[in-house]
């Protein structure tokens, strides 16, 4: 089966870096998403997870190395194209003006017809579902400002969702948000991810949400990949301490069984 | 209206090799066909006006701007606004047959639509007092008032004549004239004042400045040490800077204490009055020549 | 789709009033024109007495026409660089243009243009030079090899405004007393009727300039996203960028040669509504190309009656009437300005 999205030795450095600071790579990274499948990207600060991101999105373009999507490479793919197929749910909301949570659910269509000047009947069909799946339905003539994090959040997935993708990436997405919001947000990709058949790459600080969601986990450091394997292969750990420069103690999820990694706290 | 001035046309068809309409070239070369002289003339430019009443073709002028203050008759015309931007819409309705107006001190663009609404447009240029002379015939002949016109020029000729006849033989002092004081602006080449400070029996420290009225420096004016400041006025409590100048006090006409104002609007003028400035400025430039 | 039917019903709405503000100001001015006259000579039945004729479509008409289109392509302007920049404070001006047009002019006044209808036409093409140098130079200081980053964009606009403007200081000084009178009167912003030729061109640029902006105004929508939210979304955001800026810098740079400077337009009629109507650039740019008519044409319209048969600069108008509207707006609706 033709993976959603596979990197094939892609390495990518900065044009220009700040003086002072390394030129920032990714050095030869290769993995794939399976259709269907919840990949979670995970590694310290710095890793290069955020730049795979762009690199996806067709905003970085790679120094080396292939991109395919859906096995077409993405050099060959327009931007609307590209965002037909992929959908980035960033971690910041970026906003100029006040457009209300209908408007900006909307924009997500413009992928499919880019030169429509209004769109159509069928797109506010498509977004109305989006806002439905993602319980903002009644949030859509209020303005962002108005919206609390995880109504903003859930806004900005709900844009993703209009764009009809086959993958969903998740930048960050339980970042500052209270233990509700994260776990209704885990529950409501779950459902994504099974009853839609969304593919989905996670990138998170979080490691256990990523593992309690994720049927694999990426693990990468320095711009490299370390280990790619199921939640359990890769949260072993001397892998953790290696790669984040801690002690942690990785236990069991007593209602899940998934793997959970707890920190420990240093000079007790 | 029409209807006579078809009639007037026809009549003109009808008599061969008669001189229908008139030719009247302006003081820029440019040749006008009026056709008829006219009577009601709209003067953008206040020194015409001034001409106008003093060679007594007022009844022929329809309008004036709101400089136009010379003489207190002038100010009773319908104005048309400034000169930099006279209503259209005013000069329009006052039905004017003939514009006066001049590349100094009136827009180009006013210029442009006054031909782009197809009305006669009498450029006028004097630089020198000889040109302001010909404007006053010239304005005679277009007037009809060419007796009115040789009145005014004899007795200006007359004037300066005997203001050259008391000044002739004297040394001429350096003179140093001041347009505004801050920034200076002094009299340059082709300036007006220039030339009357010159018939007044002075010597302009500046007559070889830029074209026009240049801006200077005050060091390079002092540089020049005058022996005779003459700072304008130009009416209405307007600043004349004379305590700027009388702390300089080594300059030769602070010392001999021969600073003096004079009345601007006379000078800067191309009307009848610049004969009037001519003798003002000899007598602070000459007091001796006018002792009785 | 209440998209289609609110840009129709805003556009209905804003052409009625530019259409009555019009009329209003075919009505008034210095010459005393009777209405009887207007209906006559609009509906084709003479005969109208000649100085009447003239004032109507010799004067007011082309001054009108002038007034609507200066206004609606500085209004657009504004619109179109204030979602560029993401900045609901942007002015047309900011991008150096103005300033470099109105310096062509200046240097082709004081070099003794403008004496003729042939030379009137070369004043038109020292702005656009003027225009286009600035521009030009704006875009060269602030492209990278990535691309247009908005906040270099903001300062180069800003850093060759400034320049220019101390260009024209110099020339200013330089010129002689009897011509700073015309030039300073130009450089305040006065409009004047245009001849019909003239005014033909400058209707097409301007249309020119609304298409470079408003077709893409569903794409420009989505830039208050970001450059990367954009492209996320499948927009080409460099592509666009260039588009808007020429869009922006065409329109700004054709008011100051056939109109000359005129300030704030740019700045409050887009602010203002979309206050009034929202953020959405479809409707938004529509209606600022109708509204910033209305307005410029209302300021002139007073500008050119307040102290008749003198008048004041629309300039003046604009910014003191505009500013007090402003705030009015500002405090009542608040809300919808800032997300």
Redesign the interface.
């Given at each position: 089966m033709t993976p959603l999205v596979r990197l094939d030795g892609v390495g990518f450095a900065y044009?220009k870096a700040a003086p002072g600071r390394s030129r920032f790579e990714i050095r030869d990274l290769s993995f794939a998403v399976a259709p269907g499948e919840v990949l979670g990207l995970i590694g310290p600060n710095a890793a290069g997870k955020t730049t795979v991101i762009?690199l996806l999105?067709?905003?970085l373009t790679p120094s080396r190395g292939e991109i395919f999507v859906e096995g077409e490479p993405l050099r060959s793919l327009?931007?609307?194209?590209?965002?037909?197929r992929v959908?980035?749910v960033?971690q910041d909301?970026?906003?100029?003006?006040?457009?209300?949570v209908g408007?900006l659910v909307l924009?997500?269509r413009?992928?499919h017809a880019?030169g429509?000047?209004?769109?159509?009947?069928a797109d506010?069909r498509v977004a109305r579902e989006a806002m439905r799946l993602t319980g903002v339905e009644a949030l859509a003539g209020e303005?962002?400002?108005r919206l609390s994090g995880g109504e903003r959040q859930r806004v900005v997935l709900a844009?993703a969702l209009a764009?009809e993708p086959r993958l969903l990436v998740l930048d960050e997405p339980t970042a500052h948000m209270d233990l509700r919001y994260q776990a209704e947000c885990v529950g409501l990709l779950r459902r994504l991810n099974r009853e839609q058949g969304l593919g989905i790459l996670l990138v998170s600080h979080d490691l256990n949400m990523a593992a309690e969601l994720s049927d694999r986990l990426l693990l990468m450091s320095g711009g490299a990949a370390v280990t790619t394997g199921t939640p359990e292969e890769v949260l072993q750990e001397s892998t953790l301490e290696r790669v984040y420069g801690c002690r942690v103690v990785v236990d069991k999820h007593p209602a899940t069984h998934r793997p959970t990694v707890n920190v420990a706290w240093p000079d007790r | 209206m029409t209807a006579s001035l078809r009639a007037l046309a026809l009549c003109l068809l009808l008599v061969p090799g008669s001189a229908w309409g008139l030719e009247v070239v302006d003081q820029t070369g440019r040749v006008l066909t009026l056709p008829s002289p006219p009577r009601r003339i709209v003067s953008l430019v206040p020194s015409v006006t001034e001409i106008v009443f003093a060679i007594g073709a007022q009844d022929a002028l329809a309008g004036v701007t709101d400089f136009c203050d010379f003489p207190v008759e002038a100010k009773g015309k319908p104005s048309v606004g400034g000169m930099i931007n006279p209503s259209l819409e005013a000069l329009v309705t006052l039905r004017p047959d003939l514009v006066v107006a001049t590349r100094s001190g009136n827009r180009a663009e006013t210029f442009d639509q006054l031909k782009r609404l197809r009305l006669p447009v009498y450029l006028v240029d004097p630089i020198s007092v000889e040109d302001v002379m010909r404007l006053v015939t010239a304005l005679g002949d277009l007037t009809g008032h060419r007796d009115g016109a040789a009145v005014v020029t004899g007795d200006l000729e007359r004037r300066m004549k005997m203001v050259e006849e008391r000044v002739a033989g004297r040394r001429r002092p350096r003179t140093l004239y001041v347009l505004w004081p801050d920034p200076l602006i002094v009299p340059g080449r082709d300036a007006l004042v220039s030339e009357l400070i010159a018939r007044a029996g002075g010597e302009s420290v500046t007559a070889d400045q830029g074209a026009g009225y240049p801006r200077m420096s005050l060091e390079a004016a002092v540089a020049r040490a005058p022996e005779v400041i003459i700072l304008a006025s130009h009416g209405g409590g307007t600043p004349v800077g004379r305590d700027k100048w009388e702390r300089l006090e080594s300059l030769p006409a602070v010392k001999s204490k021969r600073l003096y104002t004079a009345d601007g609007s006379v000078m800067h003028r191309y009307g009848p009055r610049v004969v009037e400035g001519i003798e003002s400025l000899a007598r602070l430039i000459h007091p001796e020549a006018f002792v009785k | 789709m209440t998209g289609r039917r609110k840009l129709l019903a805003v556009c209905a709405g804003l052409a009625l009033v530019l259409g009555l503000v019009a009329l209003l100001s075919l009505l008034v001015g210095s010459a005393r024109v009777a209405p009887g006259a207007i209906v006559d000579l609009v509906m084709g039945r003479g005969p109208v007495e000649g100085t009447e004729r003239v004032v109507i479509l010799g004067i007011r008409l082309p001054r009108i026409a002038a007034a609507a289109l200066a206004g609606g392509a500085l209004a657009v302007a504004g619109a179109g660089f204030q979602a560029l920049t993401r900045n609901p404070l942007a002015e047309p001006s900011v991008l150096g243009v103005s300033a470099g047009a109105a310096f062509g002019v200046v240097l082709a006044q004081i070099s003794g243009l403008g004496q003729g209808v042939v030379e009137a036409l070369g004043l038109t093409a020292f702005a656009f030079a003027g225009a286009l140098v600035a521009g030009v130079s704006v875009y060269v200081i602030a492209a990278t090899g990535r691309g247009l980053p908005v906040h270099t964009l903001l300062l180069a606009g800003v850093i060759v405004g400034i320049f220019f403007s101390a260009a024209i200081t110099v020339l200013i000084s330089l010129v002689d007393t009897n011509r700073l009178g015309g030039v300073i009167h130009w450089l305040l912003g006065n409009l004047a009727p245009i001849p019909a030729g003239a005014l033909g061109v400058f209707a097409a640029v301007t249309a020119l300039g609304l298409w470079l902006v408003l077709g893409k105004a569903r794409a420009l929508n989505l830039l208050a996203l970001g450059e990367e939210g954009a492209q996320e979304l499948g927009v080409d955001a460099e592509r666009l960028k260039r588009r808007i800026f020429a869009g922006s810098a065409l329109l700004t740079g054709a008011v100051v040669a056939f109109v000359g400077p005129i300030g704030f337009v740019g700045l409050i009629v887009p602010h203002a509504l979309r206050m009034l109507v929202g953020p959405d650039n479809r409707v938004l740019i529509p209606a600022a190309a109708l509204g910033g008519g209305v307005f410029l044409l209302a300021a002139d319209t007073l500008a050119r009656t307040v102290v008749a048969p003198a008048e004041l600069s629309v300039g003046v108008i604009t910014s003191f009437c505009g500013a007090p509207f402003f705030i009015y707006l500002l405090r009542s609706r608040a809300g919808r300005v800032m997300p």
């Open positions: 044009p762009h999105s067709k905003v327009g931007r609307a194209e590209v965002a037909r959908a980035v960033p909301v970026a906003q100029g003006f006040p457009y209300t408007e924009m997500g413009f992928a880019p429509r000047f209004f769109e159509s009947a506010a303005t962002l400002g844009r764009q | - | -």
